[in-house]
């Protein structure tokens, strides 16, 4: 059994796996932590040390367990490094050639989506946007969707926790980002970043449908806003 949401991505699984290195080094690191801080209370208490020693922390005896904690901290950051290299590689540097293209905006305090139209090319006069406090993103199931994020008015973060996808929107920037989800429904899609009062109402879902749905929910949507 899971502990975290169900995963629907072609590469959760791997995230999973650094949450859980990092966990383990993180458990390391706080359980040495917290016996060097009680370890000296308990040996060195007022009945045992009745006078108290002051040490100026110049001796080699101490630089050397200075020094170890440094290097054990070091290579564990080295390590966690190295495991996750292959995972920020293939997410975030190469981001698939064959990818279908949307845009995402953050603003206070909704979604806004934008569809490519019927030349199928992200930021062209024939883009459909779709502009709504409760709308929904349509994409299609097995298959690499890039995402462009933006934000209009503060910081705002695209929370896909199913597909275990976390990346900030910043004003006056773009990030491409890419997922591919490998099982229909309809699962959360959220803001990660406290952008303000109403920042709870950006809890919206994306909805993942066979690719005849995708393309009849397209269909639809071009018709709607077609120029008349």
Partial sequence: MSIFPENVSTYGQE???????????????????????????IRYNHKRSPRATYFTGEKKSHFRWITAALFL??????????????????????????????????????????Y????????TSDDVVVDSLNSELHVPVNTNIAVDLK??????????????????????????????????????????EICGMYHSRMRNFIVVESKEKYEQYIKDLYAKNAPK
Avoid at 82 to 111: C, K, Y
Avoid at 116 to 123: A, I, N, Q, S, T
Wanted: hydrophobic share 50%; net charge negative.
């Fill in 15 to 41: 995230i999973d796996h650094l949450f859980f290195l990092i966990a383990v080094f993180v458990i390391i690191a706080l359980v040495i932590s917290v016996f060097a801080l009680v370890y000296p209370i």
């Fill in 73 to 114: 901290l070091a290579m564990s950051d080295f390590v966690i490094l190295l495991a996750e290299h292959g995972a920020w590689d293939q997410i975030e540097i190469d981001p698939p050639s064959n990818a279908l293209h949307f845009g995402v905006t953050g603003r206070q305090w909704n979604w806004i989506y934008t």
């Fill in 116 to 123: 490519p139209g019927p030349d199928g090319k992200l930021g």
């Fill in 151 to 192: 934000a209009t008015d503060v910081l705002h973060s695209l929370y896909l926790v199913n597909a275990r996808l976390k990346q900030d929107c910043i004003p006056g920037r773009t990030n491409m980002r890419w997922f591919n989800i490998t099982k229909e429904g309809r699962y959360d899609l959220a803001c990660a």
